[in-house]
C-alpha cells in the first residue's frame, strides 16, 4: 500500500496540545492528542492544511520543495516552472514580473496553469458529453481527492476522469514541447497537498508555495518592479484564470454549455463541503444529485489556499486581482464585444485549446486507498463503558461542547477507544474531577475544623486544671510562708 507523503511538520516542542488543529480538522483523526504534544498520521491525514494556518503557536510546519528547487537550479538542473492561476491574487499586478525572475534565476520556461485549465473544461465536457455520466466531481483540489480515496471510495467512480489543470499542463508541456520533455518541473502553487498529487501521478518534481517565494524575495530584499513582465510561454487561457477562483470551473464551463449553470453545484470551504460528500452517493443513486459538482476545500478557493499570503485578507481584495486579470485576457481573444469580432475571437479560442488537446492524453485514474483508514468504531456497549470512564452517566452528561476538538462526545469516545486522545483532555470530565476534588477538600477542612475544636476544648479543660494547681500550690505556698514565720518567732521566744 502507498503511503502518503508529510504535508507539514509537528514541532513538538511549540505545540501545547491545545487542540485546536483537531477542531479544524474535517477528518479529526489523523491526529493523535493522547500524549502531550499532537501528532499526525500522514497517511489519514488529506493535507487541507487549516491546521497550519489554526495553529497560533507556530507548532506547525508546511512543507514545500523550495529549498531543494533552489539548490538543483543552482546545480545547474534543467528546470521549468508551472505557475498557479492563483499567482494573480498574491503578486498583484506584478505576477509577469515573477516569470522574469524565475527565468533571471535559470528556469528554462514559465508555462500558465490557467491553460491548462481551458484544456481541463475541454476534457470535462468531452467526458459529459461522450460518457453521458450521472455525476460529475471535479478535482482541482488534492485534498478533496485524497478525502474521497481514503474515505468515501465508493464515490471514486465520480471523479473526473480526467487530470487536474496542473497535470493538464504538465502533461501539455512533454507532449507538445519535446525541448523541454526531460526538464524537472517546479509548481509554484498555493496548495500543501499537491505534493500527494504529484506522487501519485509520477509528474511534478517540486512543490514551492507562493508563500515560500514571498519569503524568498522578502528576505533577499528582491524588487519585483525591476523586472519587466514577461508572458507565458504557452498561449493565453481566456476566462480560465478564474480556476482559482470558487465557481470558476462553472464560468469557464458556461462559455461552451450555457445550461451547465443549472446542472451544477458549487461549493466549498471545509465546513461544508466534506459534510456534503458524505451523503452524496446516497443522492447520486436517487438521481437528486447534479451533473457537476465545482468543489473546492478552502473558504477563498485556491487564492487563499494554505500555501498563499491571504489568509487574512477580505474575499473582494483577494478577487480583484483574478477578475481584472480575466478581463484582460478576455479582451485578447475579444469574446467580451459582440458581433463578427467576437465570433472569430472565439473560434480562435476553440482552434487553440484544439491544438493542445488529445483524446486520452489528460486521462486519469484513481487509486483506492481506503486501506489506509484504520479507525475502529467501537460498538454501543464499548461506548458506554468509556463515557463511565469519563464521567458521563448518561444523555445529560454527553455535553458535546467541542473543547476536546471533536464536537461530539461519540467522537471524543472513538478517539479515546482507538488510542488517539484520553479522557483527561475532556473539559467536562476535568471539571468534575475538580469539583470531586474540591468535594473532598471541603469534608477534609470539616475534619480539620472538627480536630482544632476538640483541640481547643482541651486546651480550655488543660488551662482550667492548670489554673486549679497553680491555686492550690499558692495556697501551699502561703501556709508554708506562715508556718515558717512561726518558727522564726518561736526561735526568738527560745533565745529570750
Known sequence: MRRLPNVFIVDEEKCVNCHACIAVCPVKFCNDGSGDHVNVNPDMCIGCGNCVEACTHGARIYCDDANEFIDDLNSGVNIIAIVAPAVAANFPNQYLQLNSLLKHWGVKAVFDVSFGAELTVKSYLNHIKQNNPKCVIAQPCPAIVTYIQIYYPELIQYLAPADSPMLHTVKMVKEFYPQYSSHKVMVVSPCLAKRREFQETGLGDYNVTMKSLHDIV??????LSDFPASEYDNPLAERAVLFSTPGGLLRTAERELPDIVNLTRKIEGPEVV??????????????????????????????????TVNQHKSLDEVEFFVEQRKLEQQAEYSVSKKGIKAFFGKRKLRKTIQSYWEPGLYERKYEDLSQLNTLKIPDEKTLKSIYLQMNKQDEKDLYNCNSCGYGTCRDMAIAIHNGLNRKENCHHYMLDALHSIGNSVSSSIEQIDISISSISQNINEVSRNSNQINDRFKSIVDSVNKDLNLIDEFENIVEQ
Open 218 to 223: 522578502d528576505n533577499e530584499r528582491i524588487n
Open 274 to 307: 466534506y459534510k456534503y460528500f458524505e451523503n452524496l452517493a446516497e443522492q447520486i443513486v436517487k438521481s437528486k444529485a447534479p451533473l457537476l459538482i465545482d468543489c473546492l476545500n478552502c473558504d477563498m478557493g485556491c487564492n487563499g489556499g494554505p500555501g
